[in-house]
């Protein structure tokens, strides 16, 4: 797993959860906001890497469709 360039900023609280799910089920970025994509939102790489660092707010929406990607309750991404 690679190691984090830059520190997490503090603009949302479920950036983290969302890379870590998503590096423990072995899902590649690139792949995951493919499939973000397909389910109606409409967000870049970059976006989507704002999101993760947690550097930008995540849409309610956003967080629907992640959930439903990764395969948790929503809870599970506001978990410290």
């Not at 970025?29 to 890497?49: E, H, L, R, V």
């Not at 550097?55 to 959930?67: G, N, P, Q």
């Amino acid at each position: 797993m690679k190691i984090r360039k830059k520190s997490y900023g503090d603009a949302n609280i479920v950036g983290r959860n969302i890379e870590r799910i998503r590096k423990e089920r072995g899902i590649k970025q690139k792949d995951f906001i493919a499939k973000i994509q397909t389910m109606g939102c409409d967000m870049n790489p970059t976006s989507y890497s704002k999101l993760e660092g947690q550097l930008r707010s995540a849409t309610d929406r956003e967080i629907y469709v992640i959930a439903r990607i990764l395969g948790v309750p929503m809870e599970e991404l506001f978990c410290d």
